[in-house]
Structures are given as structure tokens and as C-alpha cells.
């Protein structure tokens, strides 16, 4: 006899998927979106331009059919959150917002990145739910920049901390100032195999 599956809708899975299933219904908007706004939340970036190593990607997502596929998942959390405070309705401020805005200036600072080929989508989430629906798009989705050309959401290490090497994202798309002073990372070689070879699936 056959056992029926219970759903659960309060299995972390259940609830991840809810978050991204929000957010994959939500407009495409400019990046950065031309409105200021207070949230902190989850967000995709979608390109769509002439880069030939991304043509797959770009082509899925100019048909505009709803089936759209990232090249980034993120998330933006209130800043009292990163120091514990998780569940407990920090102040979000226009955190999202300002994540947004810092990956348009990354990709505008690209010599082979054009900005207005991106678009995004966003959802404002509470907090508690913002890591989970995040994971969930990546195991979902494997964005190319999260999986393979690391790097994109990384910071300005700071003076006198540039010891580490030079993400892929910086040595496939040249151009951020602070990352030419890392030290060399991957190939271009190995990461454009790379890329080729994961994007056979898209």
C-alpha cells in the first residue's frame, strides 16, 4: 500500500520556496531601480547584452516569457541583523536599495559590461526569512556569478589589505580600481573554459 507524502508547510524548503516564488513574480526593474526605497530583502540581476561568453543567458532572458534566469542572487540585510539581531525587526533602512546600487557601480566600473543590458527583480522580506529564500534561489537557479565567476559581491578590502588574490569576476570583467591591486587569481583561460562548459546547460 502506498504511503502518501505529507506536505508541511512550515518545512524550511516550503517556506524557502514561498520567498522565491514572491520574488520571481515581482516586475523587472531597471538596476539600479530609478526609485529609492526601504527595505532589505532578496534580489536577482539578469543580463540580456552581447557579451558572447554569456549568449545562452542572454538569449533565454530576452524573450521576457517569465522564465527568466539570474546571473546573480543576493541578499541585503538590516544592519543589525549581521550582528545577531536576525527575527527581531531591525530597522532596514534603504539597505537594499544600496546593495543594488553598488553592483550597477560594479558593473558600470567593467570594461566588457554594459549597465543598461542588466535588470532586476527585488522583494522585501522580514528578516528572519531573508537567508533562507536567498540559498533557495541558489540551489534553485546556480547563477553563474554565484557558482562559478566568484567575486562579484565582493568589497574594497582596504588599505594595506590586498594580499589576497583577484576574484574571477574581476579578472573576467576588469575595470573595479581597488581589485587591480589584489593579487593575480585564476586564469582567463580557465575561467572562460569554465564558464562555456556550465553554460552548456542553461
Same mark, same amino acid.
Given at each position: 500500500?502506498?504511503?502518501?507524502? &505529507?506536505? !508541511? ?5 516550503? @517556506? #524557502?520556496?514561498?520567498? /522565491?516564488?514572491? @520574488?520571481?513574480?515581482? %516586475? ?11 527595505? +532589505? ?13 554569456? +549568449?545562452?543567458?542572454?538569449?533565454? !532572458?530576452?524573450? $521576457? ?5 539570474? *546571473?546573480?542572487?543576493?541578499? +541585503?540585510? %538590516?544592519?543589525?541583523?549581521?550582528? #545577531? ?6 530597522? %532596514?533602512?534603504?539597505?537594499?536599495? !544600496?546593495?543594488?546600487?553598488?553592483? /550597477?557601480?560594479?558593473?558600470?566600473s567593467a570594461a566588457n559590461l554594459a549597465l543598461g543590458d ?9 528578516? *528572519?526569512? *531573508? %537567508?533562507?529564500?536567498?540559498? @533557495?534561489? *541558489?540551489?534553485?537557479? /546556480?547563477?553563474?556569478? $554565484? ?5 562579484? #559581491? $565582493? ?20 575595470g573595479r580600481s581597488w581589485a587591480a591591486k589584489l593579487q ?17 546547460? &542553461?
Amino acid at each position: 500500500m502506498r504511503v502518501e507524502p &505529507v506536505f !508541511n508547510p512550515l518545512d524550511k524548503r516550503n @517556506l #524557502g520556496s514561498s520567498v /522565491a516564488d514572491a @520574488l520571481l513574480a515581482q %516586475p523587472r526593474y531597471p538596476l539600479p531601480p530609478t526609485e529609492r526605497f526601504i527595505a +532589505a530583502g532578496v534580489y536577482a540581476l539578469y543580463y540580456q547584452g552581447g557579451f558572447e561568453l554569456y +549568449a545562452p543567458l542572454a538569449r533565454r !532572458n530576452r524573450i $521576457n516569457d517569465g522564465r527568466d534566469v539570474p *546571473i546573480y542572487v543576493g541578499k +541585503a540585510v %538590516p544592519a543589525g541583523a549581521r550582528k #545577531g539581531g536576525f527575527g527581531l525587526d531591525s530597522a %532596514p533602512g534603504a539597505v537594499l536599495y !544600496n546593495r543594488l546600487l553598488e553592483h /550597477a557601480d560594479s558593473i558600470s566600473s567593467a570594461a566588457n559590461l554594459a549597465l543598461g543590458d542588466f535588470f532586476c527583480r527585488y522583494l522585501a522580506v522580514d528578516d *528572519i526569512w *531573508i %537567508p533562507l529564500g536567498e540559498n @533557495l534561489l *541558489i540551489q534553485t537557479f /546556480a547563477p553563474i556569478w $554565484n557558482q562559478i565567476v566568484d567575486g562579484f #559581491g $565582493n568589497h574594497d578590502p582596504g588599505k594595506g589589505r590586498h594580499q589576497g588574490r583577484m576574484s574571477a569576476w574581476d579578472v573576467l570583467h576588469s575595470g573595479r580600481s581597488w581589485a587591480a591591486k589584489l593579487q593575480p587569481g585564476k586564469s582567463l583561460e580557465t575561467i572562460v573554459e569554465g564558464v562555456a562548459k556550465f553554460l552548456k546547460n &542553461v
